[in-house]
């Protein structure tokens, strides 16, 4: 079983969905999505009189985002940062509810929120999303999703889990997607 944390605002976890995926049907393993709150960082703004050490976290966040854009593209994915970071804390929750095959939903949250700028704490909007991907049976409870998330976030915080995506295969901890070729690794030694 390979467990993957994700936060629909975070970029890496974005880019993690389509390779732990192939991962998933090169082993035939099972897979398991969690929602886990990032703090993802707006780039900063500089202003004229901007200290070297301002200029510099503007230029690193600057060049992350290309990056970013550029493994997206390889992908094949629409990666367009929105102006402010959103608060995906409804949609987190919703995705710790959902029981079936979440995939529908985690590649549609993705896509509302990279590409449309969705507000994914937005319960109408969430709703809409839901009823779309997981089906009509799905109703939103906005207290429940956020006690789900908060219980989730509390049993990630306890297996160590920092940020998204994460990964959690035969009890071992990875904390970025660019673990992925050593989790492949893991699972094909092991198999």
Known sequence: MLTVYI?????ASYLAINPVLALVERHGIALAWKPFRTSER???????????????RKVRAVSRRVIQQKYAAHQGISLEFP???GNTDLALGALALTSGDPLPFINAAFAAYWTDHA??????AL???MSETIGEDFVLDEKSCLDALESSQAEAEKLGVVDAPA????????IGREHLPWIDEIIRIET
């Not at 200290?51 to 510099?56: D, E, G, I, K, T």
């Not at 507000?119 to 109408?124: G, M, V």
């Not at 990964?167 to 990875?174: H, K, P, V």
């Open 83 to 85: 102006e402010a970071v």
């Open 7 to 11: 936060d629909f605002k975070s970029p």
């Open 42 to 56: 707006e780039a900063p703004t500089v202003t004229d009189n901007a200290s070297v050490a301002q200029m510099h």
């Open 119 to 124: 507000d994914l704490n937005a319960p109408t």
């Open 127 to 129: 709703a809409i999303l």
């Open 167 to 174: 990964f959690i295969i035969r009890d071992q901890l990875f």
